[in-house]
């Protein structure tokens, strides 16, 4: 029987905006969507990859999306110092595993959101919200995604629209500007609800 030769695993780093995050670019798509552990334990729950990788002493918070992993580091450890150590652990794993997120995780994340939204607004708020969650998708989102991070909607009130930042934009210190510049005048022009945008603090 014939066995299937699988291409070998390539990886490269890429600088993301924030010191402390690097991002580890892969030749295989790992998940589909956004997968962020800042815990072990829910790591522990999902993801194999990301459980193996908070087995490192410098390991922070992993952050998973199509074929990248971003990776946060302990304030304690130089990149020179680990950086290779982070590529062959994830290298290594991809060549001899296979599920990296488990099946479901989307689902409930989804889930979970959805109830909270619902909770929280009604009426001409609910369309605000719905607005104001699509356009950060839509012209947010993919950017953010280039710099090895990712953004969520968390809540309106009062014209005030919280976002949260994740992957290599959270703790990054470029991110307010981003946040101040780019993301709130785009909202203030497209909604005008939106009086400000602000970051909600992990």
Not at 38 to 66: D, G, H, M
Not at 67 to 94: G, P, R
Not at 132 to 160: H, Q
Request: glycine share 6%; hydrophobic share 40%; aromatic share 8%.
């Amino acid at each position: 029987m014939d066995t299937v030769k699988k291409a070998p695993v390539m990886i490269y780093t890429e600088q993301t905006p924030n010191p402390e995050s690097l991002k580890y670019v892969t030749n295989r798509m790992l998940h589909k969507g956004t997968a962020d552990f800042e815990t072990e334990e829910l790591a522990e729950e999902w993801s194999p990859l990301a459980q193996s990788l908070f087995q490192l002493p410098f390991i922070k918070r992993v952050y998973i999306s199509n074929n990248f992993v971003s990776i946060t580091k302990e304030f304690n450890y130089a990149w020179e110092d680990i950086m290779l150590k982070i590529k062959e652990h994830i290298k290594s794993w991809l060549e001899n595993n296979t599920i990296v997120i488990k099946e479901g995780f989307e689902a409930i994340q989804e889930e979970m959101e959805a109830k909270r939204l619902e909770a929280a607004y009604s009426g001409d708020t609910a369309e605000i919200v719905q607005k104001i969650r699509e356009l950060i998708d839509t012209y947010v989102k993919p950017a953010v995604e280039m710099d090895g991070g990712n953004i969520e909607f968390k809540s309106f009130d009062k014209g005030v629209v919280t976002v949260t930042l994740q992957g290599a934009c959270s703790g990054c210190p470029s991110s307010t500007v981003t946040l101040k510049s780019g993301i709130e005048g785009m909202l203030k022009r497209m909604c005008p609800e939106v009086t400000e945008v602000v970051q909600e603090m992990g």
